[in-house]
């Protein structure tokens, strides 16, 4: 047996997910093909978002293992078996063989939401078989002709498209985080590796990457290369030099590792950390000075290396103070650092925030329980309270909660209080009997009890404001009806905002980044209404909405309008995606003052409307 060691749970979530799609094709004459496809697709998003790696699973405890991962029955675990095993699917190569569809890019397009069964129909009356032949009938408006299909959906599909087109080739940052920063760990572990850290637009904590470039600084680039080159994720070596090394990982995406002396760490790193606009404007007020910078420093008309270890020494010899990645822009920063002026912003801290003001539950569309999201908020994020903002009653779909359950709800959080009360200070002392040290449980914690209420059509709320006015906070978003013209959609914003029971607006323009253009709003306004209604504004973390975007985070602080910085989870691991809105945040400028749930829990409430 060929059993293949370097396979992820993503390659496994991927092919049962074309699975599913290609059930959905082709079998939907049998009854029951909408289920089939459906439990291939949970299997997928659960093995997807498992922690534990599948095939260690398989080698430990077998076709048992496999039995015991949620969503999986005999069926999908004995497929899993099968492609450990031998690397293939029989049944996925047999429905493959079965079409001339492009299987790969249409599987694709299902995350935009357009349909195996959509794609279906145009292939059977068509006959299209792949992305371009689909752009080509949309633009010379085939589509149209057949039926169930307008001219409005034609360009619906088309924005799509070219969306997901534009999207291609750029990986959204939440979704390579954690791969980026454990191969740099492992760069960094390298005996003789003194720093190793991931430049580019991944450390400026842009929305999305194009590829990796990885910094390292030791005196034996080829035993950093020679590794760089056998990781499990390396697919292909694309080019290897005397101290840089070209791969693609498994992922699709490109890596680039560099290997510099000390003397040019900090000179490479600010070179390749970007952006191409701030290097050019470093550049020029180099050569005013007489000086040249590149990768391996800064150098006088003798070639004498004056700076480089470090990128303050570089930023310090151009006399800037020095500048943090994530607004390396040439947007205004550079002026702000030249020495003596102090005007770049504080940037809020990545340990700034104390709470999480969007959070949902198992009571609505959630994954866990009130207290489980409260205990890992807790324990394993180190906050201090989070608001429980189930959705509410109109949005059907994830079971929104009625004014009465909003109440019990409320209540049970204040059980849940009392309960985390008592329960620290039982563990307090306990802790105290057991060792007799002075070890505590630190601080307090605080759910708060809050609601997504939604934003109706014309503005109103689906709650009534004398069941929202008992909660502690309330949150009001847009998830429906996004095709509004801009007038009436800014209208529906503004309204939200004016209502005096709405503390925030989640989400401001309820785009989904590669999948959704924001709906259309005339952001400009929306800051202004909320500035004369007091009502703060969001910046939702989710790695594909963080919305905010910087800009509008930058037009948002430069009128007064204060913010927060939300996860939006609904699973207790998505408090990590605090991160890439604290970056979203800094990257529009924002200071810790601009940021409400920065604030104790007290404060905080005080702040709000
Ligand atoms: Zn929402």
Not at 66 to 76: D, E, H, M, R, T
Not at 377 to 385: H, I, P
Not at 474 to 496: D, M, N, Y
Request: glycine fraction near 6%; include cysteine; aromatic fraction near 8%.
């Amino acid at each position: 047996m060929g059993i293949k060691n370097d396979i992820k749970n993503s390659d496994i979530a991927k092919i049962l997910h074309k699975i599913g799609f290609l059930v959905e094709i082709y079998e939907s004459d049998h009854s029951n093909a909408t289920f089939k496809a459906r439990s291939y697709k949970r299997a997928s998003d659960v093995i997807a978002s498992l922690s534990s790696n599948i095939y260690e699973i398989y080698m430990k405890d077998g076709l048992d293992g496999l039995l015991q991962i949620p969503s999986v029955g005999k069926a999908i675990a004995s497929k899993i078996e099968e492609f450990i095993t031998t690397g293939k699917i029989h049944y996925f190569e047999k429905l493959k063989s079965k079409t001339s569809v492009n299987i790969d890019e249409f599987y694709n397009l299902e995350g935009i939401g357009i349909s195996p069964k959509t794609i279906k129909v145009l292939h059977n009356n068509l006959g299209i078989k792949d992305l371009s032949e689909l752009q080509n009938a949309l633009l010379e408006g085939r589509l149209r002709n057949i039926p169930g299909f307008t001219r409005r959906k034609e360009e619906t599909i088309l924005k799509k498209i070219q969306l997901f087109k534009k999207g291609i080739g750029r990986y959204l940052l939440g979704d390579v985080y954690p791969l980026v920063k454990q191969i740099e760990s492992r760069l960094s572990n390298i005996d003789g590796v003194t720093k190793a850290i991931a430049a580019g637009s991944f450390r400026r904590m842009k929305e999305t990457i194009g590829d990796i470039d990885y910094i390292v600084s030791s005196d034996n680039p080829e035993k950093v290369m020679d590794y760089f080159v056998t990781m499990p994720e390396v697919e292909e070596i694309l080019g290897k030099g005397q101290s840089k090394t070209f791969v693609r990982l498994n992922n699709g995406m490109d890596a680039d590792l560099l290997v510099v002396p000390e003397e040019s760490f900090g000179s490479a790193l600010q070179y390749f950390t970007g952006s191409k606009e701030h290097g050019v404007a470093m550049r020029k007020i180099a050569l005013a000075k007489h000086l040249h910078l590149n990768e391996w420093g800064v150098f006088d008309n003798y070639q004498n290396r004056i700076a480089g270890s470090t990128e303050e020494q570089v930023y310090q010899v151009l006399d800037l103070d020095w500048i943090p990645p994530e607004i390396r822009e040439n947007a205004g920063e550079i002026e702000l650092a030249i020495k003596g002026i102090n005007g770049l912003p504080k940037l809020i801290q990545y340990d700034n925030l104390k709470g999480d003001l969007q959070v949902h539950s198992n009571s609505t569309d959630g994954t866990v329980s009130i207290e489980e999201m409260a205990l890992t908020a807790k324990d394993k994020f180190g906050l201090e309270y989070i608001a429980l903002t189930d959705h509410t009653k109109s949005l059907k779909l994830t079971k929104g909660l009625d004014e009465k359950q909003l109440l019990d709800q409320a209540n049970r959080i204040e059980e849940i209080n009392d309960k985390i009360r008592y329960g620290q200070e039982y563990t307090q002392q306990h802790i105290r009997n057991e060792q007799g040290s002075e070890a505590s449980i630190q601080g307090n914690f605080r759910v708060l009890s809050a609601a997504e209420a939604n934003i109706m059509k014309d503005g109103s709320l689906d709650i009534s404001n004398n069941i929202l006015d008992k909660l502690d906070l309330v949150g009001a978003a847009i998830h429906s009806s996004f095709t509004q013209p801009i007038e009436v959609q800014t209208e529906r914003l503004v309204k939200a905002a004016q209502n005096p029971s709405v503390d925030i607006i989640f989400h401001p323009t309820g785009r989904l980044i590669n999948k959704r253009e924001g709906y259309c709003v005339n952001i400009g306004k929306l800051v202004e209404a909320a500035k004369d209604t007091d009502t703060v504004l969001e910046i939702d973390s989710y790695y594909d909405r963080l919305d905010l975007k910087d800009e509008y985070v930058r037009m948002a602080i430069q009128n007064n309008v204060r913010l927060v910085i939300d996860s939006d989870a609904h699973h207790p691991v998505h408090f990590a995606f605090l991160k890439f809105g604290i970056a979203q945040a800094r990257r529009g400028w924002a200071e810790k003052s601009d940021v409400l749930n920065t604030l104790p829990v007290d404060t905080l409430l005080e702040s709000l409307k």
